[in-house]
C-alpha cells in the first residue's frame, strides 16, 4: 500500500499531540506515514474537529460469511473527500480471557491487520475485543481467514451474545474466589454459534469478576454477571492487622466504621469479625491484603439484567442466584443450564431490542422467576414490595 | 495470501489463555496470598509458594497504531520475557519475574510516552469509546477529550495521593458504550435538539412502526410528507436521546452547535463498603470545544480536586457525597443547581427529598 | 330515649370483655344500657363478627346546612333488624390544638352528644378531630347549633381542606421549634371556609410537628407537612454528657455509631460535634435530653405531598421548603401565601381524585415549581437524575 | 333545644387551645428544659423555670362512652385540677402539677381498666380505624384486633425494656386511615378478590367513566348487561384495591370467606437515626377469624419478640432489618417468602437487589 500519500493539514489535531497523556494522534500519524486509511482518517478527523461534527454514517449489514455478528459496517459521509474510508469497518476479534497475550501473539496480530487494514486498533473495546479499526468490505473475508488460521476468531455484536469478558482473576490476583479465566474460556467456546450468529431479541453480555471489587465491572455492563464470593469466615491474620495498626491504619475510623455490616469490632489487640452480619463488600479486605482474606468456601454470586440507559433507563444486574459453587465441570454445565433457561422465555417473549432486565421489569420477576423455574428468595430483593396491591392469584385456580 | 483459502475454519473462539501465561503465572495460578504498591504503577503479588509477580502498568490511548503494538511487543520480549496484557481499563500491564528489570522498563516506557502508574488510590484511565473517529452517532469526539483531561491530571495518574480510587469514563452518546452510568465522574455526550427529519430518505429506509415504537416519550406520530409517508416529532416531548436514529438513518440528532457533553459524579461499581451506585447529573451541558474542551477539563478537574480535599479515607465520590449531601457538594464546588438536576423520568418521584435529613 | 330496649345476645363480643387491655365492647355496652343506637350497633357488630363481614352501605350525602364536611353519612344493610342504625352518620367535630381539654368541656360535648347520638365517640379520629359516632340525618343539625353554642365546629371530609393537627410543641415539650399549636389554631382559623366547603380535587391535609421526631407523623400522614428543626449548633451540656456516660450510656455505640451524619466524636470527656454534617436526626438529643437540645435559631422545614396508597402507591412529602423561621405573624402568613400558591395549579390542573403528591409527580416536581414560582433547591431531591433524558426547553423560546 | 334556634352561628373553629391549658403550661409554656420518664406512663418534663409539669398516660380503646368521657373528667378534676388531653395516638394523659397524686390516680386507672404507660421504648396505642363499627369499605374489624393484640402485649405497654419505640397500627382496607403505611408493624386488612359488579344497581348509581378510570391497573372495561349499559372486570388484572367501590357502591368487594389480614414491618415516621421508611410486607395473608384473631395476634407477637431479642439498643424493626438484612428476617421469624413478597407495582425494578451485600 505504499503509493503516494495526500498530505492534510492538522492544526487542531497538532495540539493533541501535546502534553503528558498518550497521544491518540501520534498513533494516527504513526499508521498514516505509510497507510492510506489512516492518511484519510486523519484528514476527515481534522475536517470534524474543525466543523464540530462526526462524518459517519450509519453502518449497513457487513460480515464475514456464515456469521452475522463481529463486524461494524461504517461509511463515511465525505467518500470523494476521503476515498479510503469511503469503507472503514470495524472487526471485533475476541480476546483471549483476562486480556493476556505474547509478544509474538501481539505481531501476528499486527502483521494481519496491516496486510487488510488501516494499521489501527482498539486494545480493547469496552466489551472486551481486539478492535481493528476500520478496513474495506472485500478486506473481511481475507483478514478473517488469516486471523482464524492463527488461532483467532470474531467476537459478537447485533443482537447476539456478545463476547465474554473477565478479570484476570487465580492468574494475578488473591481475591479471585473462582476461576474467571476458565469460565469465560467456557462459556465462549460453549457459545460460539450464539456469538456468530444473532438470533435475538437483542444483545446479551457475560462478564465474570473474581470478587466483589468486580473489576470488570460485571454488574453494570453485563446482562449475566458472575460475581466471586464466600460464604464462610473471614480469613484473619491478627498479627498481620497490629501490624497494619502500628504501621498507621486507623482500623477504627478506615475500617471498623465504614463496614456496611457493622460488624467488626477492634480492641487494639484483636479484630473480631461476626461473620454472620458481613455483607462480603471486601472493604476491610480491600484495605488490609496481608491480614484478611476471603473464606474458604469460595464461590459466586449470579446477576442478571445489566444495561445502559436506551431506552427505560439503565439497569444494574440483580441478584438471580446468591450462591453457587464454580470447581467442577458440573458446575460449569449447571450455569449453562441456567443461562439456556433464562435466554428461552426472553427469546420468546421478548420484543425486538428489549434487553432482558427491560424483559424481567415488564413481566415482572415474580413470573420470570416462575418461567425459569427458580423459586423466590428474599436474596433477589432490596426489600418486600411497600405497595398493598398484591395478587392472589391462587382462587384463579381453584375456582 | 495463498494458504488462507485452503480450507475456511469457523467458530473456534479465541486461543486458549494458557498459551500466553508466563511460567511463574502458572506455576502459582490461584495460589496468590497478597499484594504490594511499592510505587505508583507497579504491583507486587506475592504466592504462597513465596514467589513474587512484578507488574508494571503504562497508560495507553486504548486506540494503537500497530507500530506501537509492535513496540509493546518488543519491550515485553526486552523485560518480561515476552510476557503482557492490558486491563480492563485498557492500560498495559507487562508481567516481570525480576525486580531489577522494573526501573529500566519504567524508564523505556516514559521514554516512549507511556507514563506508569494508575494504581491504588489513583486516576487510572478512562474508558471510552469511538466518538469522531468510528461512530455515527458520537454528539462529541471520544479520544480527543480523554486526552485532554487526562493531560490535566496526570499528576494523579503517577501518584497515589487520593483518598480513593476515582473512575472516570466517557461516552460519546446517550447509548453510553462507555459504561460511564457508574462512574465517579462520567463524561457523557449529548444532543440537545430533536431529530430532522428526512423525509425523502426515511420511506426509503426505515420502517415506520419500528421508528415510532422506538421513542420512549412517544414524541413520533406516523405522519405524510408531500404524499409519502413519514414521521413527525412533537419536539416538546423529544429528549434527543437518538434512540430513533439509531433504528433509522433518516433522522439524524447530530449537530455542531447545540451538541455538547454533560457531567455526571457519583457512580461506583465496586461492592466495597456501599453499594454500587448510578452517576448522577452534575452538569447538564457544557459546549464541544475542541480540541482541548476547556470547560469541560477544568469541570472535571474542579470536582476531583473538591472531592480529593474533603473526602474521608477511603471514600468514593458517591460515597463523600451521600455523606456530605447533595446540597453541600453543589455549594462547594460551585455548580449551579437547575431544574434539570431534578428527575422527571419514569420513577422521579423517588428522587424526592423525603425527610427532614438536611444540613444547613 | 329511655324505652324498652331489644337484648341482644353477645357470645362473641363478649369475648372481647376480657382481658387487660380497655375493652370497646364495655364501652358500647355502656351505652347500650340506655341508648338505642347503641344497643342495635351491639347487635349488628356481633352478627358481623359471627358472619366475618360489615353491615354498612355507602354513605350518601348528609351535612348540616351550608357545610359541605364534616359528616360522614352511613346506613346500615340490615335496616329491618336493626332499625335504630338505619342511619348511623358520623360527625366530626374539629378538635382543640393539641387535644388539650378541661373535664368542664368534655361533660358539655358529652351531653350535647347523649341528647342527639348514640353515646358513642372517638377520642380522636385518626386526622384528629372528635368523632361523634353515630346518629340520624335529623339530628345533625340540632346538634351542629348546640356545638357552636358550646364554641365547638365541625372539621374536614371530603375534597376540602382536612382539620389541622399538631404535636403539643411548646405546650408540653422542649424540643419544639416552633409553636406548633398557634400556628395549627391560625391555619385552622384562617381556612374555615375551605375546611367546611369542599371545592377541590380531592382532601388536603395539614400535620404541624415541633421537632424532626415526628410525633403526629406529618410527612406520611399530611398533604402539607410542616417540621420544626434548626440552623445552628446543638446545644450541649458536657458536664451532663459526662453524667450520662456515668449512668450507663454507651455513648460511642449508642450515639456516635447511630449519628446518620457520622459528625459525633467523643473522647469519654468531651463530646464533639460537627454541626456543619448534622442531619437535624435528632438521635443524639433524644438519647441524652439532658445534656443536649436543638439549637437556638429554630423554624421548621416544609414539606409536601403525602398520602396513603390508593391508588398509585403511598408518597411522603418531599421538602418543598428546607427551612423557614416561624416566629411571627408575617411569617404565619406568609405560610398562608405558600399554601395557596400551591392549592392554586392543583385546583386548577388536578384530575378528580388526585391528591397535590401525585399532582406534582405527573406534571413533575421542576414544572410545578415553576408554576407556584419557587426556585429549585438541592435539599427538595434525594440525589440529582441518574436518567440522561434532560430536557433542553431553552432553544424552544429561543428559536 | 330552644335556644339553638335562635341565631345560626357558623364557621367558628375549634375553642381556642389557651382555655384548656393548665396554669403551670401557660407559665412555661415553650421554657420546658428537658424530660425524665421515672417510671412506664409517667414523663416529668422541668421548665426553665425549675417547674415541674407531671404526665400520667393511660391506655384508652379511642372508641369511648359519653359514660366513660366523665369518668374522665371526674379523675381530671380529682388529680389534675381538671387539665387533660389525648396523645396523637389516642392515649389519654392526666396532666399533674402535684406528684403526690401520681399514685392515686394510677390506682384509680388501673382499677377502671385503663392501663398505664406507653411511654419510651414501649409498645403505645395502636392506631386503627372503624372497621365494622362504622365502615362500608372494611376488610376486617379495626377495634377487636387492636384489642386482641394488645392483650396479648400488655407487658410491653406497661414496660419500658423493648430496645425502642415500636409503633403499631391497623387499617381496616387498603384507604389505610391508620396511615399503617410507615409502622414498624401493620395490621392491613385486604380483599382478595375481584369485585362482583351489580349490574342492576350500576347504571343507576355510578357514572360509568369514573368507575372505569378509577382502576389503578386498567381492569374495568365499559360494557353492556342485558342491553343497560355497565362495566365488567378483568379479573386477572385486579389486586382488590377496592378504589372502583369507593367510588362505585355497585362495585362491592367483601367477601366473608376471603377478606383477611396482611402484615407489614418496618416503617417509621421519625428522622432519627434514618430517614422515614414505607412498610415493607411480611405476610400476604392471614384469615378473619373472630373473636380474637389467633392468627394475627401470634404473628404479629412473632415478629415483636425476635425484634426485642435481636435489635440493637434504638433501633427500630426497619433498621433492624436494614442491618442484618431480609433474609435473616425471614429467616428468624420463621415467615415464609414468597413471589407476593416481590414488588410487581410501578417501580419494582428498584426493588431488586442489585448488589452483592448479601449475608450468608
Ligand atoms: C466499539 C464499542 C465502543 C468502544 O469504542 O469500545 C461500541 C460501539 C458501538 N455501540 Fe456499544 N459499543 C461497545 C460497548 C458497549 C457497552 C460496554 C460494554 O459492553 O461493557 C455498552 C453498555 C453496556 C450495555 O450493553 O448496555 C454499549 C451500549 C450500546 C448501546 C445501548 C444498549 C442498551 O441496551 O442500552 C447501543 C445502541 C444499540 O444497541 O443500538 C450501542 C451501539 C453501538 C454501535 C454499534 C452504534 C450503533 O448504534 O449501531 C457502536 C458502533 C461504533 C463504531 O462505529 O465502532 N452500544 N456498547 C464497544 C464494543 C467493543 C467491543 O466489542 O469490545
Ligand atoms: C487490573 C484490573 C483487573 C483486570 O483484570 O484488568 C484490576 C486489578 C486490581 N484491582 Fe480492581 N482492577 C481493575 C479494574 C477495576 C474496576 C473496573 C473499572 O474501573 O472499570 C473496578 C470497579 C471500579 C468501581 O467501583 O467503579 C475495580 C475495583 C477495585 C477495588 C474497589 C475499590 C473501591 O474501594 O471501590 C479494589 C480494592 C482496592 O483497590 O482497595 C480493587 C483492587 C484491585 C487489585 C489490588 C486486586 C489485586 O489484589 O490484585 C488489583 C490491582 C489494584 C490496582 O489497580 O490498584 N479493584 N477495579 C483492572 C485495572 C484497571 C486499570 O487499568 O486501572
Ligand atoms: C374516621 C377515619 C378513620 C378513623 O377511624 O379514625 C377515616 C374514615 C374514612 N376514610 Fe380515611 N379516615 C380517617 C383518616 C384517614 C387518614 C389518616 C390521617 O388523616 O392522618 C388517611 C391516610 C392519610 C391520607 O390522607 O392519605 C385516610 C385515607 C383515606 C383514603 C385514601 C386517600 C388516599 O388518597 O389514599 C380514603 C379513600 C377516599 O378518600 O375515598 C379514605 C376514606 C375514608 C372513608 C370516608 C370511607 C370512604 O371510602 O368513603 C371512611 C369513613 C369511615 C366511616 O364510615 O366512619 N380515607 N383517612 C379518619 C378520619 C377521622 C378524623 O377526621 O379525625
Ligand atoms: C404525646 C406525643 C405527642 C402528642 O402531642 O400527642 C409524643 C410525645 C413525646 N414524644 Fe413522640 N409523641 C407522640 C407520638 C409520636 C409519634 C407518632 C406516632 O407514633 O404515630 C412518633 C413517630 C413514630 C415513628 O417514628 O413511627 C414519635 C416519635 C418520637 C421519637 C422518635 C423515636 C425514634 O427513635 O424513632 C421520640 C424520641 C424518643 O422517644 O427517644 C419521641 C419523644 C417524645 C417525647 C419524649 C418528647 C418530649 O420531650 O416530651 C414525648 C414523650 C415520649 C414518650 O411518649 O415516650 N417521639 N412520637 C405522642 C404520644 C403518642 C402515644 O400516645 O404514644
Ligand atoms: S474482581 Fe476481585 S478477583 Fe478479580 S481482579 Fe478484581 S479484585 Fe481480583
Ligand atoms: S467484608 Fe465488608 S461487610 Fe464484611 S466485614 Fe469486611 S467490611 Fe464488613
Ligand atoms: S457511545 Fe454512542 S457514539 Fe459513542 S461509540 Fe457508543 S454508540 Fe457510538
Ligand atoms: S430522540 Fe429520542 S425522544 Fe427524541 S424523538 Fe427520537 S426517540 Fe424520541
Ligand atoms: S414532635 Fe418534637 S416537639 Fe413535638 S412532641 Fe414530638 S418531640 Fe416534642
Ligand atoms: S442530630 Fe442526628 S445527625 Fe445531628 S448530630 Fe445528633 S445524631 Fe448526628
Ligand atoms: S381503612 Fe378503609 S375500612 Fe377502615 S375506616 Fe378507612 S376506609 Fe374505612
Ligand atoms: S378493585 Fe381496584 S384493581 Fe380491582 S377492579 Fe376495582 S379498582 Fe381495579
Redesign the interface.
Known amino acids: 500500500m505504499a503509493e503516494q500519500m495526500k498530505k492534510y493539514e492538522t492544526p ?2 497538532n ?2 499531540e ?11 500519524k ?2 498514516a506515514e505509510w497507510n492510506q486509511m ?1 492518511n484519510d ?1 486523519l484528514g476527515l ?1 481534522e475536517r ?2 474543525r ?9 449497513g449489514i457487513v460480515g464475514v ?3 452475522g455478528g463481529g463486524v ?1 459496517g ?1 461509511y463515511t459521509n465525505l467518500p470523494e473527500e476521503f476515498p479510503n474510508v469511503s469503507h ?1 469497518h ?1 472487526m471485533r ?15 501476528t ?3 494481519i ?3 487488510h487494514g488501516s ?6 473495546g ?1 466489551t ?1 475485543d481486539i478492535i481493528f ?2 478496513t474495506r468490505t472485500e478486506e473481511l473475508e ?1 483478514t478473517f ?2 486471523l ?2 492463527a ?3 470474531l467476537g459478537g455484536s447485533g443482537s447476539d451474545i456478545r463476547t465474554p ?1 473477565c ?2 482473576g ?5 481475591w ?1 474466589c473462582y ?1 474467571t ?1 476458565k469460565l469465560t ?1 467456557f462459556l ?2 460453549h457459545y ?2 450464539e456469538i ?1 450468529r444473532p438470533a435475538f431479541p437483542y444483545k446479551f453480555k457475560f462478564k465474570c469478576s473474581g470478587c ?6 460485571a ?3 453485563a446482562d449475566f454477571s458472575i ?1 466471586g464470593t464466600w460464604r464462610d469466615e473471614i480469613q484473619i491474620d491478627q498479627e498481620m492487622v497490629r501490624e497494619y495498626a502500628k504501621n498507621g491504619v486507623d482500623i477504627n ?2 475500617i471498623v466504621m ?3 455490616g457493622r460488624c467488626i469490632e477492634w480492641d487494639g489487640e484483636e479484630l473480631k469479625i461476626d461473620n454472620s452480619s458481613c ?5 476491610c479486605i ?2 488490609m ?2 491480614a484478611l ?1 476471603p473464606g474458604k468456601d469460595r464461590g459466586a454470586c449470579i446477576l442478571l439484567g445489566a444495561k ?7 439497569i ?1 444486574s440483580s441478584v438471580i442466584v446468591p450462591f453457587v459453587k464454580l470447581d467442577t465441570e458440573e458446575s460449569f454445565n449447571d450455569i449453562v443450564e441456567l443461562i439456556d433457561a433464562i435466554l428461552e422465555p426472553w427469546i420468546e417473549e421478548g420484543k ?2 428489549e434487553r432482558v432486565g427491560e424483559f424481567i421489569q415488564r413481566v415482572g420477576l415474580g413470573n420470570f422467576l416462575e418461567a425459569i423455574g427458580l423459586d423466590p428468595q428474599p436474596e433477589m430483593i432490596r426489600h418486600p414490595r411497600t405497595n398493598p396491591y398484591v395478587f392472589y392469584e391462587n382462587y384463579l385456580e381453584e375456582e | ?1 495463498a ?3 485452503q480450507k ?10 494458557e ?3 508466563p511460567p511463574i ?1 502458572k506455576e502459582n ?2 495460589k ?5 504498591i511499592p510505587r505508583p504503577g507497579v504491583i507486587v ?1 506475592t504466592s504462597e509458594t513465596g514467589a513474587k ?1 512484578y ?1 508494571v502498568r503504562a ?12 513496540k ?3 519491550l ?2 526486552k523485560y518480561s520475557d ?7 481499563r ?1 492500560n ?1 500491564e507487562f ?1 516481570l519475574s525480576d525486580p531489577a528489570k522494573i526501573d529500566p522498563l519504567i524508564q523505556e516506557l516514559e521514554a516512549i ?3 506508569v502508574g494508575g494504581t491504588g488510590n489513583a486516576i487510572s484511565s478512562m ?3 469511538q ?8 454528539a462529541t ?1 471520544a ?2 477529550v ?3 483531561v ?2 490535566e491530571l ?1 499528576d494523579y ?1 503517577k501518584t497515589m495521593k487520593l483518598p480513593a480510587k476515582i473512575r472516570l469514563a466517557l461516552a460519546c452518546c ?6 460511564v ?2 462512574s465517579d465522574i462520567a463524561i ?1 455526550g ?1 444532543h ?2 430533536p431529530p430532522k427529519v428526512n423525509h425523502e430518505l426515511l420511506p426509503k429506509v426505515c420502517e415506520i412502526p ?1 421508528v415510532v415504537a ?1 421513542c ?2 412517544a414524541a413520533i406520530r406516523p405522519s405524510t410528507f408531500q404524499g409519502k409517508p413519514s414521521v413527525e416529532v412533537d ?2 416531548k423529544c ?3 437518538a ?1 430513533c436514529y ?2 433509522c ?1 433518516a433522522m439524524p440528532l ?6 455538547g457533553i ?1 457531567i455526571w459524579v ?1 457512580g461506583k ?8 451506585m ?5 452538569v ?2 457544557l459546549p ?1 470545544n ?3 474542551w476547556p470547560e469541560v477539563v477544568q469541570t472535571v478537574k474542579k470536582i476531583v480536586e473538591v472531592w480529593a480535599a474533603n473526602a ?3 471514600e468514593r465520590v458517591g460515597e463523600w457525597i451521600e ?5 453541600k ?2 455549594k462547594l464546588t460551585g455548580i449551579e ?24
Open positions: 487542531l489535531l495540539e493533541l501535546k502534553g503528558p497523556w498518550p497521544s491518540f494522534v501520534k498513533e494516527i504513526a499508521a489512516a482518517l478527523l470534524s474537529y466543523e464540530k461534527i462526526g462524518h459517519w454514517k450509519h453502518g460469511m456464515g456469521y461494524i461504517r472503514f470495524t476479534i475476541n480476546q483471549p480471557a483476562g486480556w493476556f497475550y505474547t509478544a509474538e501473539a501481539l505481531r496480530l499486527a502483521d491487520w496491516d496486510r494499521g489501527l486498533t482498539n486494545f480493547h469496552s472486551g479499526l476500520g481475507p481467514a488469516e482464524t488460521q488461532g483467532f476468531d469478558s478479570c484476570c487465580m492468574a494475578r490476583c488473591e479471585a476461576d479465566m474460556y465462549t467456546q460460539q454459534d456468530h466483589p471489587n468486580d473489576c470488570v465491572a454488574i453494570a455492563r460475581i475510623k478506615e465504614m463496614c456496611p455483607r462480603h463488600c471486601m472493604h480491600n484495605v491484603p496481608k482474606a445502559a440507559p436506551i431506552v427505560e433507563g439503565a444494574l425486538n431490542r | 495470501m494458504e488462507t483459502v475456511r475454519i469457523t467458530d473456534i473462539g479465541p486461543p486458549h489463555y498459551k500466553f501465561l503465572i495460578y490461584g496468590w496470598k497478597y499484594h504490594e503479588h509477580l507488574t497508560a495507553s490511548p486504548r486506540l494503537l497504531s500497530t507500530t506501537k503494538i509492535r509493546f511487543a518488543e515485553a520480549e515476552g510476557y503482557l496484557r492490558f486491563t480492563s485498557h498495559v508481567l510516552g507511556h507514563p474508558v471510552h469509546t466518538g469522531w473517529i468510528h461512530c455515527h452517532s458520537s469526539d479520544s480527543g480523554v486526552k485532554s487526562m493531560d496526570i495518574f446517550l447509548n453510553m458504550c462507555g459504561a452510568h457508574c457523557l449529548i440537545t435538539r419500528n422506538s420512549p416519550t419536539e416538546e429528549m434527543y436521546c434512540n439509531t433504528v438513518p447530530n449537530n455542531a452547535e447545540t451538541d454533560s457519583g461499581v465496586s461492592n466495597a463498603r456501599s453499594e454500587p448510578f452517576s448522577k447529573l452534575a447538564p451541558y464541544n475542541p480540541p482541548r474521608h479515607k477511603h455523606r456530605i449531601g447533595w446540597p457538594f453543589f443547581f437547575t431544574k434539570q438536576h431534578i428527575d422527571d423520568f419514569k420513577h422521579a418521584g423517588l428522587t424526592y427529598k423525603t425527610s427532614v435529613h438536611l444540613t444547613y
